[in-house]
């Protein structure tokens, strides 16, 4: 019987999957589309959970899920995982997830003896496939992380972030600093263009001085001046979620924080005016299509 499940078998999961199956786990893996969680078992040998209900014998179970709400009814609803695991289970929440919300339902797990940890991930479907992801683990079980730490391992690098929604927060936060980065490359690009440079000699001097960032040296010219956006691999919304958390967990401090703000204010338009399945690359699209008064 499988001690590991593992939860959600979309585009970052069934990779994460695999990376599993290839350093010897062999999670049940379970997803609400059956079709995809059959296709991640038959590729690696392993076993399909049909409902929440046969992972009762999984003693750790992962989770990588579109946002909170979902985590919630997986881990709380009739038939979730709360009703189903055994007390002293753990569960693994890789998503990007609300850290308020991840610490709501990790009380409300704690009342049945069941232990929530966060583990979001950085990294993208590229990391996820090499096995290189950066995980950053939030808990306040120490025994727990321990417990988790090679499965979480066969997936990338771990970071122990702090305790319980540190790992969401961090991602969270991350994803700012990261969307806040490509808006202004893209704004730049525009700016050379509208001027007469060149922007892919602009951005090559920018990778040799001070505005060098993770958008520019890997994005601009390979996804954005060559309009390949869609293989960049990480959608708008995702990214358009992400950084309203950042802006949402600010508010909690009660500091007036406009920086993220006004990122947010900016992927959220780009999020209505572009059309659905949009990648976050196609940021520039947005930008460049706007008018002024």
């Given amino acids: ?93 890789m998503s990007s997830s609300d850290p308020v919300e991840t610490r709501k339902i990790g009380a409300s797990l704690a009342e049945r003896n069941i232990t929530l940890l966060d583990a979001p991930v950085s990294g993208g479907v590229r990391k996820a496939i090499s096995g290189t992801l950066a995980i950053m683990l939030g808990g306040d079980d120490a025994a727990a992380m321990d417990r988790v730490d090679p499965m979480l391992g066969a997936m990338g690098k771990v970071f122990r972030a702090g305790p319980l929604a540190a790992g969401h927060a961090t991602k969270a936060l991350n994803n700012y600093v990261s969307a806040a980065g490509l808006l202004a ?19 090559e001097i920018i990778n040799a001085s001070t505005g060098r960032n993770n958008s520019t040296e890997n994005k601009v010219v390979q996804f954005i001046l060559s309009e390949k956006f869609r293989d960049a691999g990480f959608a708008l919304g995702l990214m358009a979620k992400d950084v309203g958390l950042a802006a949402a967990l600010a508010g909690t401090t009660g500091r007036p924080l406009p920086g993220v703000e006004a990122i947010s204010a900016v992927w959220s338009r780009a999020q209505q005016d572009l059309e659905p399945g949009a990648d976050h690359t196609e940021i520039f699209r947005y930008l460049d299509g706007l008018q002024g008064s």
């Fill in 1 to 93: 019987m499988a001690t590991i499940g593992f939860v959600g078998t979309g585009t970052m999961g069934a990779p994460m999957v695999h990376c599993l199956a290839e350093k010897g786990f062999a999670p049940l893996v379970y997803d609400a589309q059956p079709d995809a969680a059959r296709a991640v078992a038959d590729r690696d040998g392993l076993q399909v959970a049909t409902t929440l209900g046969d992972m009762a014998g999984c003693e750790t179970v992962l989770l990588m899920l579109p946002n909170s709400a979902i985590v919630r009814a997986v881990c709380l609803d009739d038939g979730g995982l709360a009703a189903t695991l055994k007390p002293g289970a753990v569960i693994v929440d």
């Fill in 185 to 203: 490359a893209c704004e730049a690009v525009i700016v050379a263009r509208d001027f007469g440079l060149d922007p892919e000699r602009m951005t």
